[in-house]
């Protein structure tokens, strides 16, 4: 994944050497892309993930964008913000995602920059308001890995109208679950 961004990176750079040693090749390529009819939506060539330890397959399963798509901003925004909610899901509540888009003539290249950050685990875990006759299972404990699905399957063993609080402690990566009955 890394190649991806290092050719990013050089055509960009050398995008802009020759732009700059090339007399009128910059004017060039703005007049091809504005002479007569409007320059066409640009097609994606790549998309890349940048970042240490992401479920990578997942990634790519969340996005909208990829090879041979139209790209599009509001496309790319919605793309960062499932990125960032898959990384959430698995634990990573404090993940950060840019996108950075290089255009070519070639295509345009689409990089996610994601920055994971801690995975939290859970912390406490209290059961509220639970029927004295009957005592939920609950199926998560301190130290699990704080997953989206791991609460709401605890959340369902509590009970259908359970809801889940949680509260995270940024400076220990926790997450204190209170599952509440109804």
Not at 45 to 50: G, R, S, T
Not at 160 to 182: C, F
């Amino acid at each position: 994944m890394r190649s991806w961004l290092v050719l990013v990176v050089l055509a960009v750079v050398f995008g802009g050497i020759v732009s700059r040693q090339v007399p009128g090749f910059a004017d060039g390529l703005a007049a091809r892309a504005t002479h007569g009819a409007p320059a066409a939506p640009a097609t994606v060539a790549a998309v890349a993930f940048d970042g240490k330890g992401l479920p990578l397959a997942q990634l790519r399963d969340a996005v909208a964008t990829r090879a041979g798509s139209v790209l599009d901003d509001a496309t790319l925004a919605g793309d960062r913000d499932l990125v960032r909610a898959t990384l959430v899901a698995r634990g990573y509540l404090d993940a950060s995602v840019d996108t950075a888009v290089t255009r070519l003539p070639r295509g345009a290249y689409v990089s996610f920059a994601v920055t994971p950050g801690a995975l939290y685990h859970v912390g406490r875990v209290r059961v509220v308001n639970a029927r004295t006759d009957r005592h939920p299972v609950v199926t998560i404990a301190s130290g699990d890995e704080a997953l989206a699905s791991s609460i709401d399957d605890a959340r369902a063993h509590v009970g259908a109208a359970a809801t889940a609080q949680l509260r995270a402690d940024r400076a220990r990566a926790t997450v204190d679950i209170d599952l509440v009955a109804p």
